[in-house]
């Protein structure tokens, strides 16, 4: 399952435990709680857009993508976590 910003919920240990993906719960995911959030900001972001994901933005990776940096992620991790979603939404083009 790839959400409208690329992450693959396939692997995450959350999913359908918490979480049943974004698009599921309409970026009412369970993280969204420690940003003090309601939704998640990206999920927000392409919908109030009307597109289908973040490969359909001419300004991705933008600074909401940069700003949701898991604080439990090196800076190393975050970068490669943007550049592996990148690879995956350019493919699904």
């Known amino acids: 399952m790839i959400c409208v910003c690329g992450a693959n919920c396939g692997g995450c240990p ?3 435990d ?4 974004c698009d599921a719960l309409e970026g009412k995911v ?3 709680q420690y940003i003090g959030a309601d939704v998640c900001p990206v999920y927000a972001c392409v919908k109030e ?3 289908q994901n973040c490969g359909d933005c001419s300004q ?3 600074e909401i993508w940069v700003s ?3 604080p439990s992620s090196s800076e190393e ?3 490669k976590s943007i550049q592996d979603r990148l690879s995956i ?3 699904s083009r």
């Open 49 to 51: 857009k009307g597109y």
């Open 60 to 62: 991705i990776p933008c």
């Open 89 to 91: 939404l350019k493919g």
């Open 30 to 32: 369970y993280w969204t």
């Open 18 to 21: 918490e979480c049943a993906g």
């Open 77 to 79: 991790e975050h970068q």
């Open 14 to 16: 959350h999913l359908n």
């Open 68 to 70: 949701l940096k898991d």
